[in-house]
Protein backbone atom coordinates (compact mmCIF):
# COMPACT_ATOMS: atom_id res chain seq x y z
CA UNK A 1 0.00 0.00 0.00
CA UNK A 2 1.43 3.21 -0.89
CA UNK A 3 4.46 4.87 -2.78
CA UNK A 4 6.45 6.10 -0.07
CA UNK A 5 7.72 3.95 2.02
CA UNK A 6 6.64 5.59 5.26
CA UNK A 7 3.51 6.38 4.51
CA UNK A 8 0.71 3.71 3.45
CA UNK A 9 -2.67 4.93 1.54
CA UNK A 10 -5.37 3.30 2.87
CA UNK A 11 -8.98 3.39 1.03
CA UNK A 12 -11.49 2.79 3.24
CA UNK A 13 -14.67 2.32 0.98
CA UNK A 14 -15.64 -1.06 0.35
CA UNK A 15 -14.19 -3.70 -1.89
CA UNK A 16 -16.29 -2.94 -4.65
CA UNK A 17 -15.75 0.79 -4.76
CA UNK A 18 -12.02 0.12 -4.83
CA UNK A 19 -11.94 -2.34 -7.99
CA UNK A 20 -14.19 0.38 -9.46
CA UNK A 21 -12.21 3.20 -9.02
CA UNK A 22 -9.28 4.41 -6.55
CA UNK A 23 -6.50 6.03 -5.52
CA UNK A 24 -2.69 4.45 -7.66
CA UNK A 25 -0.68 2.43 -4.96
CA UNK A 26 -3.57 2.39 -2.31
CA UNK A 27 -4.71 -0.52 -0.54
CA UNK A 28 -8.31 -1.60 0.60
CA UNK A 29 -9.21 -1.59 4.33
CA UNK A 30 -13.10 -1.29 4.48
CA UNK A 31 -14.02 0.80 7.45
CA UNK A 32 -16.46 -1.83 8.24
CA UNK A 33 -13.73 -4.51 8.36
CA UNK A 34 -11.27 -3.30 10.55
CA UNK A 35 -10.45 -4.97 14.09
CA UNK A 36 -7.46 -5.85 16.12
CA UNK A 37 -7.25 -9.04 14.04
CA UNK A 38 -7.38 -7.84 10.70
CA UNK A 39 -4.73 -5.33 11.33
CA UNK A 40 -2.04 -7.54 13.21
CA UNK A 41 -0.04 -7.69 9.91
CA UNK A 42 -0.05 -4.25 9.23
CA UNK A 43 3.52 -1.99 10.45
CA UNK A 44 2.71 0.28 13.46
CA UNK A 45 6.23 2.69 11.80
CA UNK A 46 4.42 4.14 8.68
CA UNK A 47 2.03 6.62 8.86
CA UNK A 48 -1.36 5.62 7.11
CA UNK A 49 -3.32 8.38 4.97
CA UNK A 50 -7.16 7.40 4.65
CA UNK A 51 -9.31 8.79 1.97
CA UNK A 52 -12.88 7.83 0.79
CA UNK A 53 -14.97 8.98 -2.16
CA UNK A 54 -14.77 12.82 -0.93
CA UNK A 55 -16.61 15.14 1.04
CA UNK A 56 -20.08 13.53 1.07
CA UNK A 57 -18.27 10.32 2.41
CA UNK A 58 -17.43 9.76 5.75
CA UNK A 59 -15.43 6.49 5.47
CA UNK A 60 -12.16 7.95 5.72
CA UNK A 61 -12.95 9.74 8.89
CA UNK A 62 -14.50 6.33 9.80
CA UNK A 63 -11.25 4.17 8.76
CA UNK A 64 -8.94 7.21 10.31
CA UNK A 65 -10.51 6.94 13.67
CA UNK A 66 -10.20 2.93 13.90
CA UNK A 67 -6.76 2.54 12.78
CA UNK A 68 -6.10 5.25 15.41
CA UNK A 69 -7.86 4.00 18.54
CA UNK A 70 -6.07 0.48 17.72
CA UNK A 71 -2.41 2.78 17.61
CA UNK A 72 -1.73 3.74 14.48
CA UNK A 73 -0.62 6.78 13.49
CA UNK A 74 -3.33 8.32 10.68
CA UNK A 75 -4.03 11.28 8.71
CA UNK A 76 -7.22 11.67 6.55
CA UNK A 77 -6.64 13.06 2.82
CA UNK A 78 -9.82 15.69 2.83
CA UNK A 79 -11.20 15.84 -0.50
CA UNK A 80 -10.90 12.15 -1.22
CA UNK A 81 -11.26 10.30 -4.42
CA UNK A 82 -13.22 13.13 -5.30
CA UNK A 83 -11.05 16.01 -5.10
CA UNK A 84 -7.92 13.60 -6.01
CA UNK A 85 -9.37 13.74 -9.58
CA UNK A 86 -10.28 17.00 -9.67
CA UNK A 87 -6.93 18.08 -9.26
CA UNK A 88 -5.35 15.82 -12.03
CA UNK A 89 -4.38 12.80 -10.29
CA UNK A 90 -5.12 9.61 -12.63
CA UNK A 91 -6.55 6.75 -10.89
CA UNK A 92 -6.76 3.14 -10.71
CA UNK A 93 -9.20 0.19 -11.53
CA UNK A 94 -12.05 -1.13 -13.76
CA UNK A 95 -13.16 2.58 -14.44
CA UNK A 96 -9.83 4.37 -14.26
CA UNK A 97 -9.12 7.83 -15.56
CA UNK A 98 -6.15 9.47 -16.91
CA UNK A 99 -4.43 11.67 -15.08
CA UNK A 100 -4.69 15.46 -16.71
CA UNK A 101 -2.35 18.23 -15.82
CA UNK A 102 -4.36 20.88 -13.90
CA UNK A 103 -3.06 24.52 -12.75
CA UNK A 104 -4.71 25.00 -8.82
CA UNK A 105 -6.33 28.36 -8.75
CA UNK A 106 -5.05 28.72 -4.65
Known amino acids: MGRDEAVVVVDGRSAQAYAREHIPGAGNLPHRDITAESTASLDRSKHY??????????A?????????????????LMGGLDWWKRDGYATEGVDAQVGAEITCGC
Open 49 to 58: VCYCDGIGCN
Open 60 to 76: SAKTALKLLTLGFEVRE
